[in-house]
Nanobody, 123 residues
């Protein structure tokens, strides 16, 4: 069992930066790929970024590539999503997720989910 707790979401202005954090805890949490998804009002949840436990392998959706960075600090069991140059269409609830399979994570079917944190980008 893995537990995920996100934090860091808030209201920001267009062009600003924001960092989301996700605490990963539970048995053998070091074996899991972790990633971030988001769900905007009226839209389906979508994959944003993912990372292997080592951090050597990362993946991004085309919509955030070059603006968002996913990284991990395994000394404190946390995963981060650094977001820069935020736009109104980045407004969504952001979820941290984990799975032992990187492909399953990217496919949108990870085993574990956090509760979500709201990011609102105002113009």
């Amino acid at each position: 069992q893995v537990q995920l707790v996100e934090s860091g979401g808030r209201l920001v202005q267009v062009g600003e930066s924001l960092r989301l954090s996700c605490i990963v805890s539970g048995r053998a949490s070091e074996e899991y790929y972790t990633g971030w998804f988001r769900q905007a009002p009226g839209k389906e949840r979508e994959f944003v970024a993912g990372s292997s436990w080592s951090g050597l392998t990362t993946r991004y959706s085309d919509s955030v590539k070059g603006r968002f960075t996913v990284y991990r600090d395994n000394t404190v069991n946390q995963v981060y999503l650094q977001m820069t140059n935020l736009r109104p269409d980045d407004t969504a609830v952001y979820y941290c997720a984990a799975d032992t399979s990187g492909s399953q994570l990217r496919a949108g079917s990870p085993t574990y989910w956090g509760q979500g944190t709201q990011v609102t980008v105002s113009s």
